[in-house]
């Protein structure tokens, strides 16, 4: 660096003209601003601006879902309150009219050893005044689940709207839009959201422990239907990530419902030794597991009684 790349300050400090500080002469004073410096002082509060902006908002946005989130419960606390003071579930005994399905040559088979449960019982009449849309009522054995499941022509209401049909995103059990309300297809689906307060399905996530599958009295579903009550016996439990072919409604002859069966059977955690068939009737339930995977649970229809 030779003179002529220097500028001398009042003080006889020598300033490079081309370093990266701004030089500017007034008053034949020489004066150095630190443009860069400043610059990047600016830059940095900005970002802690709008960091804490972010901050901010995502704090709202959490006390906010976490205040829905109360009243939702809130809600559902207290239409499944009105549920319960106009509901009675009671236990019926088998009748000559109680049909036993699709029995079991060996009477060792654990099959014989649910067909001895009784069925349930619910008039679903006051349930109706509440909501048309009602078409049964599910229990499963130690778990919470134990309400009434509704239909309507599509998969998306019910998801955000409870039983009194007012909006919440704890949503409703509610039977695939696909299927028929008298249960008359091979695989009748039941979708239900899994509640962090175990509400709705939140509970079904139980069926995935061991402690639960040791307790062979867990693995039966009663439903109670308009016209009829069912038995239902659990062959498979398993999480999945979010697919839509164990929710499959339609097969186009028995070798593919044979492959479905099979699959979905092959899936399962736990063996319930089950032996399947073409005339089998399925009963799937559904929920989140997580964002991106799902609780399953498939029984098949063991006993019925008509009311």
């Known amino acids: 660096m030779n003179s002529d790349d220097l500028i001398n300050d009042e003080d006889n400090n020598y300033i490079p003209r081309h370093s990266r500080e701004y030089v500017k002469v007034k008053n034949n004073k020489v004066k150095k601003v630190i443009v860069v410096k400043k610059k990047k002082r600016r830059i940095k509060i900005i970002w802690v601006i709008f960091l804490l902006i972010i901050f901010i908002v995502i704090i709202i946005f959490s006390l906010f879902k976490i205040f829905k989130w109360n009243v939702d419960n809130k809600k559902t606390e207290e239409i499944t309150k009105v549920i319960e003071e106009n509901t009675a579930v009671v236990e019926v005994e088998d009748t000559p009219d109680t049909e036993i399905v699709n029995e079991e040559v060996d009477k060792n088979n654990p099959y014989w050893y649910y067909i001895s449960f009784p069925l349930i019982d619910v008039d679903l009449n006051e349930l109706k005044?509440?909501?048309?849309?009602?078409?049964?009522?599910?229990?499963?054995?130690?778990?919470?689940?134990?309400?009434?499941?509704?239909?309507?022509?599509?998969?998306?209401f019910y998801l955000n709207h409870s039983f009194d049909k007012g909006y919440n995103e704890a949503g409703w059990l509610f039977l695939d839009y696909r299927n028929d309300i008298n249960f008359s297809d091979k695989n009748n689906i039941i979708y239900g959201h899994?509640?962090?307060?175990?509400?709705?399905?939140?509970?079904?996530?139980?069926?995935?422990?061991?402690?639960?599958?040791?307790?062979?009295?867990?693995?039966?579903?009663?439903?109670?239907?308009?016209?009829?009550?069912?038995?239902?016996?659990?062959?498979?439990?398993?999480?999945?990530?979010?697919?839509?072919?164990?929710?499959?409604?339609?097969?186009?002859?028995?070798?593919?419902y044979m492959e479905f069966l099979n699959t979905i059977k092959n899936r399962s955690l736990y063996d319930f030794s089950v032996n399947l068939s073409k005339e089998d009737k399925i009963l799937t339930l559904s929920t989140c597991y997580s964002d991106t995977e799902r609780t399953v649970v498939h029984a098949r229809l063991i006993k019925r009684s008509s009311k």
């Open 129 to 156: 005044n509440i909501n048309n849309d009602t078409v049964g009522w599910i229990n499963v054995n130690n778990t919470n689940v134990n309400y009434p499941f509704v239909h309507t022509n599509d998969n998306d």
């Open 194 to 256: 899994s509640r962090l307060d175990k509400t709705m399905f939140g509970s079904l996530s139980k069926v995935l422990r061991s402690d639960w599958y040791n307790d062979k009295d867990n693995h039966i579903i009663r439903l109670s239907l308009e016209n009829e009550n069912t038995l239902w016996q659990i062959f498979s439990v398993y999480k999945i990530k979010t697919e839509t072919y164990y929710i499959t409604t339609d097969f186009n002859n028995d070798n593919e």
